[in-house]
């Protein structure tokens, strides 16, 4: 039997059996883990993105995980993810991602002036992203501000991560 054969019939056998390839099951983890983190379940979402990232190991679901990690109040966890994402050389998406949830990281662990940062970077990569968007100018002027308000920072950031154009097949 020749080699194409055999991986043909393995492959047919497989998906007989329901086996899905991993990218799918990748992408099916992580859009389940967006609804949970939208919907305020993040311990269920930080599993479906650290799931997903044992399918294809990945920037975006580090990253993600890194924001349910965030609203669950585990800062050093969502540092350590984020650290984790950008080691896996993310797409723009992802980069952006990572900036808004690092200059939160660093203004919950008092680093103000790399807080400050990040939320520039986070400005910057957003705007090449999302251009005239209504939202950056609030960020904008909180980045100026003497005091950030976390809280109001993080509202303004995960509003604006919905607007990205997120492609779960190519994070």
């Known amino acids: 039997m020749s080699k194409r054969l055999l991986a ?44 997903a990232n044992t399918y294809h190991p990945s920037a975006g679901a580090y990253a993600y995980a890194a924001m349910a990690a965030y609203k669950l109040n585990d800062i050093s966890l969502a540092d350590s993810y984020l650290v984790q994402a950008q080691g896996l050389n993310p797409n723009q998406v992802v980069t952006c991602i990572i900036y808004g949830y690092r200059s939160l990281v660093r203004f919950s662990q008092g680093n103000d002036p790399a807080g400050r940062q990040a939320l520039l970077e986070y400005i910057e990569s957003y705007k090449s992203l999302v251009p005239g968007s209504p939202t950056l100018r609030e ?33």
């Open 8 to 51: 043909y019939l393995m492959t047919v056998s497989l998906l007989a059996l329901g086996c899905t390839p991993p990218l799918a099951t990748f992408a099916t983890d992580m859009y389940e883990g967006n609804q949970q983190l939208t919907q305020g379940h993040y311990s269920t979402a930080l599993a479906s993105f650290l799931k």
């Open 139 to 171: 960020v904008e002027f909180m980045a100026m501000a003497p005091q950030v308000d976390t809280f109001a920072l993080q509202k303004l950031i995960d509003e604006q991560i919905q607007q990205l154009p997120i492609d779960y097949d190519r994070m």
